[in-house]
């Protein structure tokens, strides 16, 4: 069980960038991401990615379902914090850039909750 939250400035594809995001190609993975992500045209260019949007971020769903999460740190160049969630494995993933440029918080609560937000307060 989870519930997922996103606070956005709307700059790029405000119909179809709305977040959690979820593609029609991989119902089973949710997005929630804070960044901007620098080769994201390369990226599809490269792996030959269908993108459905015009968000930059929509890479990190394509990385992911062609190879995994170490695919996508791999081969991501921006600033970002992301949690990406595979219903069909039953796992959440959370990641950033090197330099902690996007900040990513965690917390983890007495009874097993996990909470993530990219403000400590």
Do not use: W
């Not at 995994?68 to 991501?76: A, D, M, P, R």
Request: glycine share 10%; proline share 3%; net charge negative.
């Amino acid at each position: 069980n989870s519930c997922i939250g996103f606070h956005r400035l709307s700059i790029v594809d405000c119909l179809y960038g709305m977040q959690p995001m979820k593609l029609h190609q991989y119902p089973y993975l949710s997005l929630l991401c804070n960044g901007e992500i620098y080769n994201c045209h390369r990226l599809r260019e490269q792996f030959d990615f269908k993108y459905e949007t015009n968000c930059d971020v929509e890479c990190i769903l394509h990385l992911f379902a062609a190879g995994g999460v170490e695919n996508v740190v791999k081969n991501l160049d921006g600033v970002f914090a992301f949690i990406l969630i595979d219903a069909k494995e039953g796992r959440v993933h959370c990641g950033r850039d090197p330099y902690g440029v996007r900040p990513l918080f965690r917390l983890y609560s007495e009874i097993g909750v996990l909470g993530v937000c990219s403000e400590a307060k």
